[in-house]
């Protein structure tokens, strides 16, 4: 009786269930959804504020690109987010160091996206980031309506991880190999494209998987979906703006690297997030999961 569907005619079910044969109550989940996005707001409106100082204050980009500690201090920065996602994992239920661990994790990357934005065209910058609200947006809308109906974007997962990594061996391939300004544009629409499918991917988990122990590692993923596509947007932006231009500027190729390096950098971190058996994960799971099933077995005994 009680494993049974919340219905539209269920006077106890409140508001109407998210998805088809829902078994959970509509209210928890909404509330969960509502905290989920207002975390994933704040490290939007800190990755702004952020990256705002670092464009404004023409002496901090300035020391990060002509000086070898600002560029030793940029790779720190890149490294940071990596160094932090174990502990984050193993902390992601214990509050506040879960909040902690996740503002570093947040502070880190606003400032590597506000250091690819410092040496960009300012038509760029606002073109990426109308393009990603509007994405960003339409696909929440369009995920939402489509789960109410019953369509299900679970079978997504092994063809975007799929997609992933040869998305990462293509950028590993650009480092080495420089193929030129096609293969530049290329790679940002397909990164574009195939984090458009991770942000439908994670809003149906938001739905109708993640426990509402996981708000942060549920915030956690949505905020890179979203970072990785504008960093996607403003690659292909600022390849085309040189092309535009017809020139080789120094700003412009600063620009160019710092948001390749960045996007590239943020790409294989999502990476690492997403692989179920990731070796950077694989220990700290273990250690959580080994930890909690001893303290289980211990109330068991008692």
């Known amino acids: 009786m009680w494993n049974q569907a919340f219905r539209k005619s269920d006077p106890e079910a409140g508001l109407r269930p998210l998805y088809p044969m829902m078994l959970e109550s509509p209210e928890l989940r909404w509330s969960f959804i509502r905290k989920i996005y207002a975390i994933v707001a704040i490290q939007l409106v800190a990755t702004i504020a952020v990256g705002a100082v670092v464009v404004s204050v023409r002496p901090v980009a300035n020391f990060f690109v002509s000086t070898g500690a600002g560029l030793a201090l940029y790779i720190v920065l890149i490294i940071t ?3 932090v996602l174990c502990p984050l994992y193993y902390y992601h239920q214990k509050h506040p160091v879960n909040y902690l661990l996740l503002g570093i994790f947040t502070i880190s990357l606003a400032f590597v996206v506000g250091l690819t934005c410092a040496f960009t065209s300012g038509k760029v910058i606002l073109e990426s980031v109308i393009l990603t609200a509007v ?15 019953g ?7 092994p063809f975007l991880f799929g997609a992933l990594l040869v998305l990462i061996v293509f950028g590993l391939i650009q480092v080495f190999f420089p193929l030129g300004k096609i ?9 574009s494209i195939i984090f458009c499918g991770y942000i439908v991917y994670d809003t149906d988990n938001l739905i109708k ?7 942060i590692w549920a915030a956690v993923s949505l905020y890179l979906d979203i970072i990785n596509l504008f960093l996607a947007l403003l ?3 600022t390849e085309k703006h040189r092309k535009w231009e017809g020139r080789q500027s120094c700003p412009s190729k600063i620009a160019l690297d710092l948001v390749s390096g960045a996007g ?11 692989v179920p058996s990731s070796p950077l994960l694989g220990i700290t799971r ?8 001893k303290r289980n077995k211990v109330r068991s005994v008692e």
């Not at 293969?183 to 990164?191: E, P, R, T």
């Not at 590239?264 to 997403?274: A, E, Q």
């Open 286 to 293: 273990q250690c959580y999961y080994g930890k909690s099933s």
């Open 264 to 274: 590239r950098g943020l790409t294989l971190l999502f990476f690492c997030l997403s």
């Open 235 to 237: 690659t292909e932006g």
């Open 81 to 83: 987010p990596f160094i």
């Open 183 to 191: 293969s530049v544009m290329i790679y940002g629409c397909l990164a």
């Open 135 to 149: 994405v960003v947006i339409g696909l929440t809308l369009y995920t939402f309506w489509a789960a109410r109906r």
């Open 209 to 215: 998987r993640y426990s509402y122990d996981e708000y």
């Open 151 to 157: 369509q299900d974007f679970n079978f997504l997962g």
